[in-house]
């Protein structure tokens, strides 16, 4: 097949393909761009036309404008209207040579407004003379639209005056509004309206004398006329459905349309099975059943039989709502819904006074009692010999446990409330499930199910297959992993030199992937993170989220580790290798809003979890004390289970400042993050103290991480965009000088400031690689600066992975490619830039000079050089030129502290050597210098001196 396109500039839009009845694609097709239509065949094929008459269908929107054509790649005209017909304005085009054989058309109205683009249509020769448009729709017809009677009856309940018909055309600017009815037989009303065959209407039904005038929005039915009159509709599949020449007949409040008269002939029985939590009702009870949503009852106060029971009927085919009342009160829930079954039996069901939805079998006696234990967390946890379940669902009206060890439907476990709503809770020995499944209950496979009839996965699941929600969740037996670094303690922040990296995209060497991909690379003899001398390794989301492939800031499990990643185990093996290695392990965790899919919050207490919305999806609800329960319960989880030795926190601005409109807020929520945080920090503490909250709050609010603050150290924002200029050879050393000192300024004490030149966000929402920034011919020996200001400075370090052997390339958030550590091992500038940075590292780690509280001067910032002191006694002097400039510079004129000092470290070194560096040495560790000296200081390099 080949498909013809007739090009011009015009934004590209889906086109609409014809109906072809041999069921096979033509050789040829036509498109115009900006149009949707698609020709079947060559509008050049036959002669061109030299005149056409369009004919507009407008109901009066369009009566009083213009027609307006053009061509490919020619510019349109205006064609006044010579007469009106019955259906709107008719235009009698002369065709210019351009024109003959197609052109596209839309109209305006009498404003000079036109239509929308999706209403572009196009005209081609084999259409002929004479065509029909109607206005704001793309089709084109050749013959004469048809009008015939719509006839609608609808049921007229209570003493009310009969509705109005209101009806209308989505894709035109038809609406009109129908309020002459007849009387039928049996209460109902008739309505006719002529209308066009072949075209989709809606309508609804409005009465001036009832609450809101309007039935509801899910109300709106949809109509179509066949060429013979026969009414249509259309399913929920999109499929036409015919319905017959009678008319249609409808019940106010709900959407379904009958194609002959339908009776309340099915029956329905309700039975009281329990009271919700805090429900008021006394008896007698009285109930009243309406159609769907709508405003007037269908029965009204009817009573209990002698049974207990309450009967009544309704029609088929359409939902019938419901709900209770006394003499003193209602329930608290609008009504329950129901829709009978198609057999002529008595439906019968059970009610949870209360809650919304119904149930088919009777749920246990006592469904609302508080359990025999404390509920430690949402999800599930072993404890005194028994699998203990929990689930914030405060709406439902029943929930069960199904799993492997249940058969799944076959022997459900119900779970009971708490007396207060709050929570389902079961619990099952754990002896009795390891009988059913014949082994371990770890990796078993479970679910909820709610109302008897749905299937949810756990929101608090340890393990999930993945994200989708039709998907399992998966039983965790944490006692059975076997730790080795059984002696392992959270380490104290001075010592922490944190690197950053991305699970999956780290390594994938030796067939590894994930989280066992970066194990390998600590545990491998040659493993390249035994290699790189960072402290601790802060790890990218690892949560489960929605899809396999991304960064990880789309949570749709908090609990679980992203099975994409390997699971849970592999993120145990991860954390174990990195300690018996000596370093800690930090998590990223988004507790600022959840997945935009695969949200299974969502699916189970959406009015509990979320009132807000963020640009990345909807906004946690800080102040609801089921939420903050969950997410305070998940960090200890992680410590607990998992031994994580810190978290960052993603964009906590969004946290604290929830409530207004602020950056990334599309609509503010209820607030409370302040104290969300605060719950966070206590939490956290009552586990380890020593266990670092980490914010990336930007731009900074300082008192975040003050005494009485809840976080203890933040991303600093001005550290990195300050060196991002001084790299991109910007003289903005004042401010970066500032920078530096900001542990001294805006902070009150040393370890609230992370000091940061590269991040995930600053390398892949951007290119800000340094390397990139930097230039070519520069790139890795400002690198070597970046990485001494950063491992150099006062607070915590943190490098993003790469940086330390001067990666370049952006890291995309759609990629997939791992680091080339291959490459980095081999490459010679890579090493060197490597041994740059771990010798920083090793000259930082178990210094009280550098780590913790070791105060930082500044002694010179001008011409691209910025100069500062380390230690009590001005111990270490360190010289970062950020210019082209070299050679000789007075030490006084530096403000070298008075002394004597060694050069401890020179980026121009043998082994850090890159770029074609000339060497700039000042005698080494032999050297003696005084302030009365001068500095052979590099280009592009770092000096440092050491006290003697």
Same mark, same amino acid.
């Given at each position: 097949?080949?498909?013809?396109?007739?090009?011009?500039?015009?934004?590209?839009?889906?086109?609409?393909?014809?109906? %072809?009845?041999?069921?096979?694609?033509?050789?040829?097709?036509?498109?115009?761009?900006?149009?949707?239509?698609?020709?079947?065949?060559?509008?050049?094929?036959?002669? *061109?036309?030299?005149?056409?008459?369009?004919?507009?269908?407008?109901?009066?929107?369009?009566?009083?404008?213009?027609?307006? %054509?053009?061509?490919?790649?020619?510019?349109?005209?205006?064609?006044?209207?010579?007469?009106?017909?019955?259906?709107?304005?008719?235009?009698?085009?002369?065709?210019?040579?351009?024109?003959?054989?197609?052109?596209?058309?839309?109209?305006?109205?009498?404003?000079?407004?036109?239509?929308?683009?999706?209403?572009?249509?196009?005209?081609?020769?084999?259409?002929?003379?004479?065509?029909?448009?109607?206005?704001?729709?793309?089709?084109?017809?050749?013959?004469?639209?048809?009008?015939?009677?719509?006839?609608?009856?609808?049921?007229?309940?209570?003493?009310?005056?009969?509705?109005?018909?209101?009806?209308?055309?989505?894709?035109?600017?038809?609406?009109?509004?129908?309020?002459?009815?007849?009387?039928?037989? #049996?209460?109902?009303?008739?309505?006719?309206? $002529? %209308?066009?065959?072949?075209?989709?209407?809606?309508?609804?039904?409005?009465?001036?004398?009832?609450?809101?005038?309007?039935?509801?929005?899910?109300?709106?039915?949809?109509?179509?006329?066949?060429?013979?009159?026969?009414?249509?509709?259309?399913?929920?599949?999109?499929?036409?459905?015919?319905?017959?020449?009678?008319?249609?007949?409808?019940?106010?409040?709900?959407?379904?349309?009958?194609?002959?008269?339908?009776?309340?002939?099915?029956?329905?029985? +309700?039975?009281?099975?329990?009271?919700?939590?805090?429900?008021?009702?006394?008896?007698?009870?009285?109930?009243?059943? =309406?159609?769907?949503?709508?405003?007037?009852?269908?029965?009204?106060?009817?009573?209990?039989?002698?049974?207990?029971?309450?009967?009544?009927?309704?029609?088929?085919?359409?939902?019938?709502?419901?709900?209770?009342?006394?003499?003193?009160?209602?329930?608290?829930?609008?009504?329950?819904?129901?829709?009978?079954?198609?057999?002529?039996?008595?439906?019968?069901?059970?009610?949870?006074?209360?809650?919304?939805?119904?149930?088919?079998?009777?749920?246990?006696?006592?469904?609302?009692?508080?359990?025999?234990?404390?509920?430690?967390?949402?999800?599930?946890? /072993?404890?005194?010999?028994?699998?203990?379940?929990?689930?914030?669902?405060?709406?439902?009206?029943?929930?069960?446990?199904?799993?492997?060890?249940?058969?799944?439907?076959?022997?459900?476990?119900?779970?009971?409330?708490?007396?207060?709503?709050?929570?389902?809770?079961?619990?099952?020995?754990?002896?009795?499930?390891?009988?059913?499944?014949?082994?371990?209950?770890?990796?078993?496979?479970?679910?909820?199910?709610?109302?008897?009839?749905?299937?949810?996965?756990?929101?608090?699941?340890?393990?999930?297959?993945?994200?989708?929600?039709?998907?399992?969740?998966?039983?965790? #037996?944490?006692?059975?992993?076997?730790?080795?670094?059984?002696? =392992?303690?959270?380490?104290?922040?001075?010592?922490?030199?944190?690197?950053?990296?991305?699970?999956?995209?780290?390594?994938?060497?030796?067939?590894?992937?994930?989280?066992?991909?970066?194990?390998?690379?600590?545990?491998?003899?040659?493993?390249?993170?035994?290699?790189?001398?960072?402290?601790?390794?802060?790890?990218?989301?690892?949560?489960?989220?929605?899809?396999?492939?991304?960064?990880?800031?789309?949570?749709?499990?908090?609990?679980?580790?992203?099975?994409?990643?390997?699971?849970?185990?592999?993120?145990?093996?991860?954390?174990?290798?990195?300690?018996?290695?000596?370093?800690?392990?930090?998590?990223?965790?988004?507790?600022?809003?959840?997945?935009?899919?695969?949200?299974?919050?969502?699916?189970?207490?959406?009015?509990?979890?979320?009132?807000?919305?963020?640009?990345?999806?909807?906004?946690?609800?800080?102040?609801?004390?089921?939420?903050?329960?969950?997410?305070?319960?998940?960090?200890?989880?992680?410590?607990?289970?998992?031994? %994580?030795?810190?978290?960052?926190?993603?964009?906590?601005?969004?946290?604290?400042?929830?409530?207004?409109?602020?950056?990334? /807020?599309?609509?503010?929520?209820?607030?409370?993050?302040?104290?969300?945080?605060?719950?966070?920090?206590?939490?956290?503490?009552?586990? $380890? *103290?020593?266990?670092?909250?980490?914010?990336?709050?930007?731009?900074?609010? =300082?008192?975040?991480?003050?005494?009485?603050?809840?976080?203890?150290?933040?991303?600093?924002?001005?550290?990195?965009?300050?060196?991002?200029?001084?790299?991109?050879?910007?003289?903005?050393?004042?401010?970066?000088? $500032?920078? /530096?000192?900001?542990?001294?300024?805006?902070?009150?004490?040393?370890?609230?400031?992370?000091?940061?030149?590269?991040?995930?966000?600053?390398?892949?929402?951007?290119?800000?690689?340094?390397?990139?920034?930097?230039?070519?011919?520069?790139?890795?020996?400002?690198?070597?600066?970046?990485?001494?200001?950063?491992?150099?400075?006062?607070?915590?370090?943190?490098?993003?992975?790469?940086?330390?052997?001067?990666?370049?390339?952006?890291?995309?958030?759609?990629?997939?490619?791992?680091?080339?550590?291959?490459?980095?091992?081999?490459?010679?500038?890579?090493?060197?830039?490597?041994?740059?940075?771990?010798?920083?590292?090793?000259?930082?780690?178990?210094?009280?000079?550098?780590?913790?509280?070791?105060? +930082?001067?500044?002694?010179?910032?001008?011409?691209?050089? +910025?100069?500062?002191?380390?230690?009590?006694?001005?111990?270490?002097?360190?010289?970062?030129?950020?210019?082209? =400039?070299?050679?000789?510079?007075?030490?006084?004129?530096?403000?070298?502290? #008075?002394?004597?000092?060694?050069?401890?470290?020179?980026?121009?070194?043998?082994?850090?050597?890159?770029?074609?560096?000339?060497?700039?040495?000042?005698?080494?560790? $032999?050297?003696?210098?005084?302030?009365?000296?001068?500095?052979?200081?590099?280009?592009?390099?770092?000096?440092?001196?050491?006290?003697?």
């Amino acid at each position: 097949m080949q498909l013809h396109t007739l090009n011009w500039t015009w934004k590209n839009r889906a086109k609409d393909f014809f109906s %072809i009845k041999e069921r096979r694609f033509p050789d040829d097709l036509w498109t115009c761009e900006g149009a949707a239509r698609v020709a079947a065949e060559n509008p050049f094929a036959v002669s *061109g036309r030299e005149k056409v008459t369009v004919h507009l269908i407008t109901a009066g929107k369009y009566r009083e404008g213009q027609l307006y %054509i053009w061509t490919p790649g020619r510019a349109g005209r205006f064609v006044s209207s010579s007469k009106e017909d019955e259906h709107g304005p008719v235009y009698d085009v002369t065709l210019k040579e351009p024109e003959r054989n197609l052109f596209l058309f839309k109209f305006l109205d009498k404003h000079g407004t036109f239509e929308p683009d999706y209403a572009n249509r196009l005209w081609v020769a084999q259409d002929g003379e004479e065509i029909w448009a109607h206005s704001q729709a793309a089709a084109v017809s050749i013959a004469a639209p048809v009008k015939k009677p719509l006839i609608v009856h609808v049921l007229q309940t209570g003493t009310q005056a009969p509705p109005h018909l209101h009806l209308w055309q989505n894709d035109s600017d038809f609406v009109t509004t129908i309020e002459e009815s007849e009387p039928c037989q #049996d209460g109902w009303v008739r309505f006719r309206h $002529d %209308i066009y065959t072949g075209r989709e209407y809606c309508f609804m039904l409005r009465s001036p004398d009832l609450p809101g005038e309007w039935e509801s929005k899910e109300a709106e039915r949809n109509i179509l006329l066949d060429a013979d009159g026969g009414h249509c509709t259309f399913a929920g599949d999109s499929a036409r459905r015919k319905l017959g020449k009678e008319g249609v007949w409808t019940l106010e409040g709900d959407n379904q349309l009958f194609g002959r008269q339908p009776f309340a002939d099915k029956k329905i029985c +309700l039975e009281i099975a329990a009271k919700g939590s805090g429900c008021t009702l006394e008896t007698p009870l009285f109930l009243d059943v =309406w159609i769907n949503r709508a405003r007037t009852q269908l029965h009204t106060g009817l009573t209990a039989d002698a049974d207990g029971h309450y009967r009544f009927q309704t029609y088929p085919e359409v939902i019938t709502s419901f709900s209770f009342r006394s003499d003193n009160a209602a329930e608290q829930v609008e009504r329950h819904f129901v829709k009978a079954a198609d057999d002529a039996s008595e439906m019968h069901c059970y009610v949870v006074l209360d809650r919304a939805d119904i149930l088919p079998m009777q749920p246990p006696a006592d469904l609302f009692s508080n359990p025999p234990f404390d509920i430690e967390r949402p999800g599930v946890w /072993v404890a005194d010999g028994h699998l203990r379940f929990a689930l914030h669902c405060p709406k439902t009206a029943s929930v069960e446990v199904v799993g492997d060890w249940t058969g799944w439907q076959d022997s459900p476990l119900p779970m009971r409330s708490t007396l207060d709503g709050t929570y389902w809770w079961a619990q099952v020995p754990v002896a009795d499930i390891t009988a059913a499944l014949g082994g371990s209950f770890h990796g078993a496979r479970y679910k909820f199910r709610l109302n008897q009839v749905r299937l949810v996965q756990d929101p608090a699941a340890d393990w999930v297959d993945n994200s989708d929600l039709s998907s399992a969740s998966r039983l965790v #037996d944490h006692q059975a992993f076997a730790w080795q670094a059984s002696d =392992w303690q959270r380490p104290g922040w001075e010592s922490l030199n944190i690197y950053q990296l991305h699970p999956s995209r780290f390594s994938s060497r030796d067939g590894q992937h994930g989280l066992d991909a970066v194990t390998r690379e600590m545990t491998a003899p040659d493993g390249y993170l035994r290699k790189v001398k960072a402290t601790a390794v802060l790890l990218l989301p690892t949560c489960e989220f929605a899809g396999d492939c991304g960064w990880g800031y789309n949570p749709s499990f908090f609990y679980s580790v992203e099975s994409a990643y390997g699971g849970p185990d592999a993120l145990k093996r991860l954390v174990d290798a990195c300690h018996q290695q000596g370093k800690a392990v930090l998590m990223d965790v988004i507790f600022n809003h959840a997945s935009a899919s695969d949200n299974v919050l969502w699916s189970v207490a959406p009015e509990s979890f979320f009132d807000g919305d963020t640009d990345w999806g909807p906004m946690i609800n800080f102040d609801h004390p089921q939420v903050l329960h969950f997410f305070e319960r998940n960090l200890t989880h992680f410590m607990q289970n998992y031994r %994580i030795d810190g978290f960052r926190f993603d964009f906590t601005r969004v946290v604290r400042f929830g409530n207004q409109w602020i950056a990334h /807020v599309k609509q503010p929520g209820s607030g409370g993050g302040w104290g969300f945080m605060q719950r966070l920090r206590e939490a956290v503490r009552q586990v $380890d *103290g020593r266990c670092l909250m980490m914010a990336e709050n930007l731009p900074n609010d =300082w008192d975040l991480t003050y005494n009485s603050g809840p976080m203890d150290t933040q991303w600093c924002d001005d550290f990195h965009d300050r060196m991002i200029d001084a790299c991109r050879g910007w003289d903005m050393m004042n401010r970066l000088a $500032d920078a /530096v000192q900001m542990t001294h300024t805006a902070c009150t004490r040393w370890h609230e400031a992370t000091n940061y030149a590269e991040s995930h966000d600053e390398v892949g929402n951007e290119p800000n690689r340094i390397s990139c920034v930097a230039g070519p011919g520069q790139g890795l020996r400002r690198n070597k600066v970046a990485n001494a200001a950063t491992l150099l400075s006062r607070g915590i370090p943190l490098s993003f992975m790469g940086a330390e052997t001067g990666e370049w390339r952006q890291f995309h958030k759609d990629g997939e490619q791992a680091l080339d550590l291959n490459h980095y091992e081999q490459d010679g500038a890579a090493c060197c830039l490597r041994n740059w940075w771990n010798r920083l590292s090793e000259i930082r780690r178990g210094n009280p000079r550098l780590e913790g509280p070791s105060p +930082l001067r500044v002694n010179f910032a001008q011409q691209g050089m +910025l100069a500062f002191t380390r230690g009590e006694a001005n111990d270490l002097f360190i010289l970062l030129n950020f210019s082209g =400039w070299s050679g000789w510079r007075s030490l006084a004129e530096l403000n070298l502290p #008075d002394g004597e000092y060694k050069e401890l470290l020179n980026s121009t070194w043998g082994d850090y050597r890159v770029e074609w560096e000339d060497e700039h040495s000042n005698g080494g560790w $032999d050297a003696h210098m005084h302030r009365g000296d001068w500095l052979n200081i590099p280009d592009y390099g770092v000096v440092m001196l050491e006290k003697r």
